[in-house]
């Protein structure tokens, strides 16, 4: 309002005879502009709303787990929405669906080391890696399983005629948003000297690979076994092993080992995958979440998890994957569309329905 002001001033006295035809035109501008800021609450609104309204504040538990439900009490328009419980599956309730992975890891982990890790016969091939999906699906591992093959014989544990080789799975899980600075904590711990990581960064098995899925977007393929996954924390593994060797050799029941851990960042976020999983439910969300499976599996998991301003991070996100005509104008219009997408899901259907909703969230322009 002042710059408009000053600015109609500035030209009045310029035009120099016009000075008072200019001051009352300056006046009735300021006046316009302060009556328009006084009936409008003196609120100007210049943030999106991602959220419905009339949201309770969930209770962040680790004991129960939550979810949204659709308060029948209020107008769809207003898409009031309460907090009740949802019940977390035990080991029963997910075997059924996993019945291979459940037979791999135990129940209980060796006591020797802070990672979950657990002795494994080995009765295969003279390659243990020739199979491993992850090679055969991006040739560019080849020079990191060249090194664990290496040094795979040399730490197989001969007992009774019977060989066994130490399996682990990660200690803890860097997971999180897209663009949210995954990467960057990620390359600042490989430095530690007391952490280790997968072979590859993002393994994304939990979430994909497991499945089949290669890529986000994309129908299965074949699965990864387990052991393919199990396969990339192998060099860990195996310089952990080595240490509690030489431990028993020295008779210290002190054994420093590193913890080992693995950066895929969907973990937290991608449940696309169980419409394939559980292909003979008719229900519109799924029974089951990934972090169902690693609760039961690795109940003493550690997490960390990075976060970012939802709208610094979501504008990242476009400008890193859009792929061509970005703008901000652009970036405004596919919110406001995604917005009233989502929306439009939670007249008919309940929150839970919507956020799994893999075709809805496959057409969401951001």
């Known amino acids: 309002m002042l710059c408009t002001l000053c600015y109609s001033l500035h030209w009045c006295r310029n035009l120099g005879r016009r000075t008072l035809l200019c001051l009352v035109f300056a ?55 309460l ?79 019977h060989h066994y080789r130490l399996r682990c799975l990660p200690y803890f899980y860097i997971i999180g948003q897209p663009k949210c600075g995954t990467t960057d904590l990620y390359n600042r711990l490989l430095v530690h000297p007391s952490v280790r990581f997968s072979a590859i960064k993002e393994p994304q098995w939990w979430t994909r690979k497991r499945v089949g899925i290669l890529r986000q977007k994309e129908t299965p393929k074949s ?27 020295k008779e210290d029941g002190n054994i420093d080992s590193p913890i080992i851990g693995e950066a895929s960042a969907s973990t937290m976020w991608d449940n696309d995958a169980w419409i394939y999983i559980y292909d003979n439910v008719t229900n519109t969300e799924p029974p089951h979440l990934t972090l169902d499976f690693i609760h039961v599996l690795q109940p003493n998991a550690k997490f960390i998890v990075m976060l ?16 061509a005509n970005k703008s901000v104008e652009d970036f405004h219009d596919k919110v406001n569309d995604s917005v009233q997408m989502f929306e439009s899901c939670l007249r008919t259907s309940p ?11 496959n057409l969401l322009p951001v």
């Open 83 to 161: 907090w009740v419980s949802r019940r977390i599956p035990d080991i029963e309730d997910l075997r059924q669906f996993e019945p291979h992975i459940f037979s791999i890891i135990p129940q209980e982990f060796l006591q020797f080391s802070r990672n979950p890790c657990w002795y494994q016969e080995y009765k295969g091939e003279r390659d243990p890696y020739s199979n491993n999906a992850y090679l055969l699906y991006a040739k560019r591992f080849r020079t990191i399983f060249e090194e664990m093959r290496q040094s795979f014989w040399k730490r197989l544990q001969a007992i009774g005629g």
């Open 223 to 249: 699965r990864f076994p387990l052991e393919n996954y199990l396969d990339l924390f192998d060099l860990a593994a195996q310089e952990i092993q080595g240490l509690h060797s030489e431990m028993k050799r």
């Open 308 to 323: 970012r301003d939802p709208v610094e991070r979501l504008y990242s996100d476009y400008l890193y994957f859009s792929v």
């Open 27 to 81: 006046l009735v501008i300021a006046t316009f502009v302060l009556t328009s800021y006084v009936l409008s609450g003196g609120k100007q609104d210049h943030t999106f709303h991602f959220f419905p309204s009339k949201l309770k504040e969930p209770n962040l538990s680790f004991k129960k787990s939550q979810e949204y439900k659709q308060d029948k009490t209020t107008s769809s328009s207003g898409h009031g929405l």
């Open 351 to 361: 929150l839970r329905s919507c956020v799994y909703n893999t075709t809805l969230n």
